[in-house]
């Protein structure tokens, strides 16, 4: 419409923005059918007091906190423990989690190193996956504030991420579709350090193939990928410099 060129300015905005919000629906509508096995992995809902997120649950010790999307697991007196029960998928493939410690010098000395653990029991709490040790040492990853990990390297890998995260990966491709728990655990003790644990991006992976979008989600998903090519191409032409990436909790954490 090259006679009305300020039409197409007024008309193309509103329509960027209903398209990019068409988009975003979309995106919301597949995540939401792709669910993990767990929820709530990456804290973003929190709990009702005392429990500081839902979904997860406390039963020995104290809980964490809630450090803005992410769990902050602070050496006290009790252990700091924080776990979800869970349905184990038809076609499970990984467990993986997000984690960073810090310390700092104080406290009694002459004990074992304090350390951040995550545990994967059946429902029973009586038969943990992939234990590091015997069954007085449970848990499939344990790191010590010293930065020394106990894993089984044929089951567990570990990633480095920015800013002194990792992430762990438990492979769970040989489990059945079972009631399990997913426990972390922060285990302090009087080593002269007083240490933090942050946790997030809780995730259990399938290879689950039936995930079929409702039918508004079908219909809009035929014109996503054109509605979504409009919405960027106008939008990097009216905001050149601002950046695609979302803000998320990584922005938070990154500060920690
Ligand atoms: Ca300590």
Redo the contacts with the bound molecule.
């Keep these: 419409m090259p006679q009305y060129p300020h039409f197409a300015k007024v008309f193309m905005r509103p329509c960027t923005v209903i398209l990019f919000a068409a988009c975003v629906y979309l995106g919301a509508g597949t995540a939401t059918a792709q669910a993990s096995m767990i929820q709530n992995g990456n804290f973003s809902t929190p709990g009702s007091p005392p429990a500081p997120f839902a979904v997860w649950t406390t039963t020995l010790g104290d809980p964490p906190t809630n450090g803005g999307g992410f769990a902050v697991f602070t050496?006290g007196p009790n252990l700091v423990e924080l776990e979800q029960a869970f349905l184990m998928s038809a076609n499970p493939l990984t467990i993986s989690f997000e984690f960073k410690l810090s310390r700092e010098a104080g406290?009694s000395t002459g004990g074992a190193p304090?350390s951040f653990q995550a545990t994967l029991w059946d429902a029973a709490i009586n038969n943990p996956f992939a234990a590091t040790g015997s069954a007085q040492f449970p848990a499939f990853f344990s790191v010590d504030n010293t930065g020394q990990e106990f894993y089984d390297s044929s089951l567990v890998s570990v990633t480095a991420l920015a800013g002194g995260w990792q992430r762990v990966t438990l492979n769970v491709s040989s489990l059945p579709s079972q009631s399990r728990i997913l426990e972390f655990d922060l285990n302090?003790?009087?080593?002269g350090?007083?240490?933090t644990a942050f946790l997030d991006n809780v995730d259990g992976a399938s290879s689950d193939a039936a995930i079929v979008p409702e039918p508004g989600a079908l219909l809009l998903g035929l014109s996503s990928g054109p509605c979504l090519l409009l919405a960027l191409r106008f939008r990097r032409r009216t905001s050149p410099k601002r950046p695609l990436r979302p803000e998320s909790s990584s922005d938070l954490r990154a500060e920690q």
């Design positions: 050496e406290g304090d302090g003790f009087n080593d350090q007083t240490t």
